[in-house]
C-alpha cells in the first residue's frame, strides 16, 4: 500500500531555534499534502493544505510566517517552525493525497516536537 | 461548514465487552465521507474504514463493526469482544471527498478507549 514517511519522528530543541519536519511519498506521487496539529488529548486540527509548485494555503488562526511549508516535488514537502517557543510544543502529523480528489490520503506517523 | 461530535470523551470497559463509540456529524454537503481513525499511544493513525454517503449498509470486519444512519446523521463503531490491543484513541472524521478533498479531514475530538484486563 502506499506509505508516507515522515522524519523526524521526535525532535527536542530549545526555545527560539527552527525546525523543519519532512514528509514524503514514497511509493506514490503526492499533488496534495496537509498538515494537521494535534495538542496533547485533544483532536487533529488542519493547518495548511499544499498543492505541488503553488503557495500552501493555511486554515485560520495559522501563522504562515511561523510554520513555512514547501511542496517543491510531487513526493516531499516540508514544514519549518520558524523560532519555535514551548507553546509550539504539539504531535504534528502529514498526510498525502495522489493526483484527484477521489484519491485517499495516506498519514505520516507524525513527529513529536517539544520545544523547552 | 463540518461538524464531527464525539460526546464520549473517554470509555473504560473490561476485556471482552463489547463497546460502541458514538459519532454524529454534521454536513451541508449531499455527498460526502466518512472514516474511523485507531491512534494507539504512539501517536500514528490507522486507517479503519471508510464510507461514503450513499451507502447506508453496516460493514463488518472481524471484531469490528460500523453502523451508518442517515437519517440521524450518524456513523458509529462498536467493538465486540473487547481486547486490551484495543486500548487507544479512536477518532471520526468527515470530508467531502474520499481523499479528504480540498480542505483535509474534519475530526471529532476523539474518544480514548481503555480495555482493562
Known amino acids: 500500500g502506499a506509505v508516507v514517511s515522515q522524519h523526524p519522528s521526535r525532535v527536542i530543541c530549545k526555545s527560539g531555534t527552527s525546525v523543519k519536519i519532512e514528509c514524503r511519498s514514497l511509493?506514490?506521487?503526492?499533488?496534495?499534502m496537509f498538515w494537521y496539529r494535534q495538542f496533547p488529548k485533544q483532536s487533529l486540527m488542519l493547518m495548511a493544505t499544499?498543492?505541488?509548485?503553488?503557495?500552501?494555503?493555511?486554515e485560520q488562526g495559522v501563522e504562515k510566517d511561523k510554520f513555512l511549508i514547501n511542496h517543491a516535488s510531487l513526493t516531499l514537502s516540508t514544514l519549518t517552525v520558524t523560532s519555535a517557543h514551548p507553546e509550539d510544543s504539539s504531535f504534528y502529523i502529514c498526510s498525502a493525497r495522489g493526483r484527484g480528489l477521489r484519491q485517499p490520503q495516506h498519514f505520516g506517523d507524525g513527529t513529536r516536537l517539544s520545544i523547552l | 461548514a463540518q461538524k464531527v461530535t464525539q460526546a464520549q470523551t473517554e470509555i473504560s470497559v473490561v476485556e471482552k465487552e463489547d463497546v460502541t463509540l458514538d459519532c454524529v456529524y454534521e454536513t451541508r454537503d449531499t455527498t460526502y465521507y466518512l472514516f474511523w481513525y485507531k491512534q494507539p499511544p504512539s501517536g500514528e493513525l490507522v486507517f479503519l474504514i471508510r464510507r461514503n454517503s450513499f451507502d447506508e449498509q453496516n460493514e463488518i470486519s472481524g471484531r469490528y463493526s460500523w453502523n451508518f444512519q442517515k437519517s440521524t446523521s450518524s456513523f458509529n463503531f462498536t467493538i465486540t469482544a473487547s481486547q486490551v490491543v484495543d486500548s487507544a484513541v479512536y477518532f471520526c472524521?468527515?470530508?467531502?471527498?474520499?481523499?479528504?478533498?480540498?480542505?483535509?479531514?474534519?475530526f471529532g475530538k476523539g474518544t480514548h478507549l481503555i480495555i482493562q484486563p
Open positions: 499544499s498543492n505541488e509548485g503553488s503557495k500552501a494555503t493555511y
Open positions: 511509493d506514490f506521487q503526492a499533488t496534495t
Open positions: 472524521a468527515l470530508s467531502e471527498a474520499p481523499g479528504g478533498g480540498a480542505d483535509g479531514l474534519t
